[in-house]
Structures are given as structure tokens and as C-alpha cells.
């Protein structure tokens, strides 16, 4: 079979979110799963998107994604490139198509123009950590993610 990554297009996302909701299963997460088509399509495609998805497929299927968003680095003084999810499904599993995908950003934001490609891993997922220093990325241990959502961001905001 072919493997051909390209971008997303509106036909795609229930494919995404679908394997969305299998990153999230994976992960132990799926209590955190608010999205559905209509915000994933907005997210998208809409007046204002906000993130870019490229879809990896074998044949005429969708077998992996990656999405991704540029921020911005006060230290480099140039935009980056940040990979929100990578996901490939079972059936693809172990033929290359996670480093492509990684590859194919990689590519990506040196033409951007971009200071840094980042992303996360959880640190449990030994497998993932090993996959990313294959790469070549550095996984650093002295950061962590500060998060703030719900009531606690709504009481954040009033004060």
C-alpha cells in the first residue's frame, strides 16, 4: 500500500475526530473529550482557523494525523511550530508513518521560517519518548505544563 500525507481537508474530519477519540482512549483520557465535528470543522475550516491538520493515508483511508499550530518563542524572536497530536491507527502501525509525519512538520516549519518544533509527551509513554529521541528530539526535563481550565480558569478570569 502507498502512503501519502496531505492536508486535511473538511471531508476528513470525522476521520479526525474519530481518531481523536482514539488517541484519547490510548492515552486514559477520554474524559477529557469535549470535541465534536462542528468545533473540529471550525477549528479547521472556519472564519478563523486556529490549527492545521495534516492526514496521513494508506490507500483510500485515513490511517494517521498530525495537528498542529505555530506560537511563538520571546527567546528565539521567531514563530514556531507546535505539534499538538500525532496519531497513527493499529493498522499502521510499525511501517514508518509516525516519523514521516514528524518529518513531513519538521520540513514544514524550516520552510515557515520557524525557530523551534515542539511537542509533548506524557511521561509514562516510554514507547513515544524512545520514538522522539530516535529523531533526534531533546525531551526536557525541567519543564512542566501548567494548566488551567474549567471553574478553576473561570475564577482565575473574575479575579
Same mark, same amino acid.
Given at each position: 500500500?502507498?502512503?501519502?500525507?496531505?492536508?486535511?481537508?473538511?471531508?476528513?474530519?470525522?476521520?479526525?475526530?474519530?481518531?481523536?477519540?482514539?488517541?484519547?482512549?490510548?492515552?486514559?483520557?477520554?474524559?477529557?473529550?469535549?470535541?465534536?465535528?462542528?468545533?473540529?470543522?471550525?477549528?479547521?475550516?472556519?472564519?478563523?482557523?486556529?490549527?492545521?491538520?495534516?492526514?496521513?493515508?494508506?490507500?483510500?483511508?485515513?490511517?494517521?494525523?498530525?495537528?498542529?499550530?505555530?506560537?511563538?518563542?520571546?527567546?528565539?524572536?521567531?514563530?514556531?511550530?507546535? $505539534?499538538?497530536?500525532?496519531?497513527?491507527?493499529?493498522?499502521?502501525?510499525?511501517?514508518?508513518? =509516525?516519523? %514521516? !509525519?514528524? +518529518?513531513?512538520? @519538521?520540513?514544514?516549519?524550516?520552510?515557515?521560517?520557524?525557530?523551534?518544533?515542539?511537542?509533548?509527551?506524557?511521561?509514562?509513554?516510554?514507547?513515544?519518548?524512545?520514538?522522539?529521541?530516535? $529523531?533526534?528530539?531533546?525531551?526536557?526535563?525541567?519543564?512542566?505544563?501548567?494548566?488551567?481550565? =474549567?471553574? %478553576? !480558569?473561570? +475564577?482565575?478570569? @473574575?479575579?
Amino acid at each position: 500500500m502507498s502512503f501519502l500525507i496531505r492536508p486535511a481537508t473538511p471531508a476528513d474530519v470525522p476521520a479526525v475526530l474519530a481518531m481523536i477519540r482514539e488517541l484519547a482512549e490510548f492515552e486514559r483520557l477520554t474524559h477529557l473529550v469535549q470535541n465534536t465535528e462542528a468545533m473540529l470543522h471550525d477549528t479547521l475550516f472556519g472564519e478563523r482557523p486556529t490549527v492545521e491538520c495534516v492526514v496521513g493515508v494508506e490507500g483510500d483511508a485515513p490511517v494517521a494525523f498530525a495537528l498542529f499550530f505555530h506560537n511563538y518563542s520571546t527567546f528565539v524572536g521567531r514563530r514556531g511550530l507546535y $505539534l499538538e497530536d500525532v496519531y497513527v491507527r493499529p493498522v499502521g502501525r510499525g511501517k514508518g508513518y =509516525g516519523g %514521516a !509525519l514528524v +518529518r513531513h512538520l @519538521a520540513r514544514l516549519a524550516q520552510q515557515r521560517g520557524c525557530g523551534r518544533f515542539e511537542w509533548t509527551v506524557l511521561d509514562w509513554n516510554e514507547n513515544a519518548i524512545g520514538f522522539y529521541r530516535g $529523531l533526534g528530539a531533546d525531551v526536557l526535563p525541567d519543564w512542566r505544563i501548567c494548566r488551567v481550565t =474549567g471553574d %478553576a !480558569l473561570a +475564577r482565575l478570569a @473574575a479575579s
